[in-house]
């Protein structure tokens, strides 16, 4: 069994910054690909941010949060990050973190809550 532990949520300002981790433990194998998706109040749940290990090890971003959120990964501590910069009102979300395990399948985290307000 592997289990995913988001943290790193919170309330912050309009312009400020957060950082999300999720952490993989119990049987870890190879992994296909790392993902941030969130999902908002009366809105579909939204692919924010994918890291695919695979295929050439690419990044995409949705078009919302390019060029402010970057995602990346530490192997040794087998945790995926979500680095979140000038935050805007509309990035307030529950945000999940899945991972796509060789063989396993997908994992999601349990979501942790982002909140942007003056």
């Known amino acids: 069994q592997v289990q995913l532990v988001e943290s790193g949520g919170g309330l912050v300002q309009p312009g400020g910054s957060l950082r999300l981790s999720c952490a993989a433990s119990g049987s870890i194998f190879s992994i296909n690909a790392m993902g941030w998706y969130r999902q908002a109040p009366g809105k579909q749940r939204e692919l924010v941010a994918l890291?695919?290990?695979?295929?050439?090890?690419?990044?995409t971003y949705a078009s919302s949060v390019k060029g402010r959120f970057t995602i990346s990964r530490d192997n040794a501590k087998n945790t995926v990050y979500l680095q979140m910069n000038s935050l805007k009102p509309e990035d307030t979300a529950l945000y999940y973190c899945?991972?796509?395990?060789?063989?396993?399948?997908?994992?999601w985290g349990q979501g942790t809550q982002v909140t942007v307000s003056s």
């Open positions: 890291l695919t290990i695979t295929s050439g090890g690419t990044t």
């Open positions: 899945n991972i796509n395990f060789r063989g396993v399948g997908t994992r």
